[in-house]
């Protein structure tokens, strides 16, 4: 299961709450990763780039699950 903040492709298309996490995401988990060696890919993904990302990753399977959340969306991904 991979659970990640909701994104946009393009900020301006994203919901109220996404752009909030955006601006708290660049703060927060950016930094992050850049400090373990990370990627940084900015703040928040959109589905794309998280398929993208599993599918480098090795994963065969990502699959969007259908549970409701205003800030988060979540993943099935199988080897």
Same mark, same amino acid.
């Given at each position: 299961?991979? !659970?990640?903040?909701?994104?946009?492709? #393009?900020?301006?298309?994203?919901?109220?709450?996404? #752009?909030?996490?955006?601006?708290?995401? !660049?703060?927060?988990?950016?930094?992050?990763?850049?400090?373990?060696?990370?990627?940084?890919?900015?703040?928040?993904?959109?589905?794309?780039?998280? #398929?993208?990302?599993?599918?480098?990753?090795?994963?065969?399977?990502?699959?969007?699950?259908?549970?409701?959340?205003? !800030?988060?969306?979540?993943?099935?991904?199988?080897?």
């Amino acid at each position: 299961m991979m !659970v990640e903040g909701k994104g946009a492709d #393009r900020l301006e298309h994203g919901a109220l709450e996404m #752009r909030l996490g955006y601006g708290f995401s !660049v703060f927060h988990c950016l930094p992050q990763s850049l400090a373990e060696a990370g990627v940084g890919l900015d703040g928040l993904m959109d589905e794309a780039t998280a #398929r993208e990302l599993a599918t480098q990753a090795g994963f065969s399977s990502f699959t969007v699950l259908a549970v409701e959340d205003p !800030v988060k969306v979540f993943y099935h991904l199988t080897p």
